[in-house]
């Protein structure tokens, strides 16, 4: 009995790292086994050679990491609701601000992601690396590229050529002129936000057709810096 207490705890503690809906609910159907074990085992213990002290105080401890673990769980989330409560109220202020932020990191949602790209000169070849957020290449472009400002568009399909899952993608772009030169090109973005995401996990503004999230911001206005 005493051993399927301790397994039973193990998997509760284990089960508790994660503060979804449905890992509480399964700490708490353990904390409520582990209980029924506990006072079974109390009422059914030989009075002539009752449990070693030492292991009860144990199990005891045990119960109440697992109390502790089902309250520290409902603790987070709270915390982490009225983070996001905080974020969405906070990103609603850009709205009709003039920002200007890095353009290098796209929202990519429906299998649409794009970015502006403003080029100092003519760039012959021009090799763009997709990453995903944990900064693992995606899938490569080539294109030229034309002075000035042009959008690049990208339909969300990697390397093997299957569609990427939604989420933030950033580039990286290598491009030289005819004559093998170094060609700088400019990923950010300046306008009015005309209005936000609060869909995913971080805030997205929409500033014209470009879409970034908000901690890409740089500055809001001509000389106030985030």
């Known amino acids: 009995m005493a051993s399927g207490i301790s397994s039973l705890t193990s998997a509760a503690t284990s ?3 994660s503060t979804s809906s449905t890992d509480s609910q399964q700490i708490a159907g353990n904390f409520t086994q582990f209980l029924t074990l506990l006072t079974t085992q109390l009422k059914n213990q030989n009075p002539l050679d009752p449990m070693d002290t030492n292991q009860f105080t144990q199990q005891l401890v045990q ?14 989330d709270s915390i982490l609701t009225n983070a ?3 974020s969405a109220a906070a990103a609603t202020g850009f709205v009709g601000q003039t920002v200007t932020a890095d353009g290098k990191t796209a929202t990519l949602k429906s299998g649409s992601a794009s970015w502006n790209l403003t080029a100092s000169r003519a760039a012959a070849k021009a090799t763009i690396t997709i990453l995903d957020s944990k900064s693992n290449v995606v899938g490569t472009l080539s294109k030229a590229l034309t002075a000035g400002s042009q959008t ?8 093997a050529g299957l569609t990427s899952s939604d989420g933030q993608y950033s ?6 002129d005819a004559t093998g030169g170094k060609v700088s090109v400019d990923t950010s973005v300046s306008g009015t936000v005309d209005s936000i995401d609060l869909s ?6 929409a500033i014209g057709t ?4 908000i901690s890409s911001v740089r500055s809001i206005g001509s000389a106030l810096s985030t």
């Open 15 to 17: 089960s508790g790292s």
């Open 63 to 76: 119960f109440a990491g697992v109390e502790q673990q089902l309250k520290s769980n409902d603790r987070l």
């Open 84 to 86: 996001k409560a905080s």
């Open 152 to 159: 690049l568009s990208w339909d969300g399909r990697n390397a």
């Open 171 to 176: 580039i990286k772009i290598d491009a030289y």
């Open 200 to 205: 995913g996990s971080e805030p997205v503004l």
């Open 210 to 213: 470009s879409k970034v999230p």
